[in-house]
């Protein structure tokens, strides 16, 4: 990288999750409004977070999955990128991200999409990156496409909330 650092553009970086963030994560992962894009079906509680982040293993080869903190350089918590289901045979790895309510459209999930693009491949080795957005989500679906993501195809009835069913975008981005 010629001396760039790679988790950060100087205006966010992307870091490993620290005990401090136990609060922040704990509001987000019970934000219920945003239950139905994801897996979550119930709160999480205080402890769980904390054990959750104070045994986090952050080797993404041994556990398959990374999360790191979207901070600012005052170190202020702006939302979460989850890189999970790492194939390192296959080359490729999920990302899901989340950006607090309080910065959103801002450019800051842009920012850190990049950031982690960078990472996954001149880090992780990885060819491919990939995530799966509710086509109702069009804020994730636009964010996506405008970092290169491309649609390639449609999993229909995909997330279930409560009786009905949404169907999910895959988004692909190949580094070439």
């Known amino acids: 990288m010629n001396g760039v650092a790679l988790l950060t553009d100087g205006q966010i970086r992307l870091r490993a999750l620290e005990p401090q963030d136990i609060d922040i994560t704990l509001e987000w992962e019970n934000d219920s409004t945003l239950w139905h894009l994801g897996d979550t079906r119930a709160p999480f509680s205080r402890r769980q977070i904390e054990e959750y982040i104070m045994t986090y293993d952050g080797d993404i080869f041994s556990a398959g999955q990374l999360r ?80 290169g993501f491309v649609a390639n195809g449609v999993l229909r009835s995909w997330l279930r909330d409560g009786d009905s069913w949404t169907d999910v975008e895959l988004m692909q981005y190949i580094f070439e």
């Open 68 to 147: 790191l903190m979207i901070v600012d350089n005052n170190d202020r918590p702006l939302g979460a990128i989850d890189m999970y289901n790492f194939d390192p045979i296959n080359r490729r790895v999920a990302i899901g991200i989340l950006v607090d309510s309080r910065v959103r459209r801002t450019g800051i999930g842009l920012r850190a999409l990049e950031l982690c693009k960078r990472y996954c491949h001149s880090r992780l080795g990885v060819r491919q990156v990939w995530a799966l957005c509710a086509v109702t989500n069009r804020p994730s679906v636009g964010l996506f496409t405008r970092s």
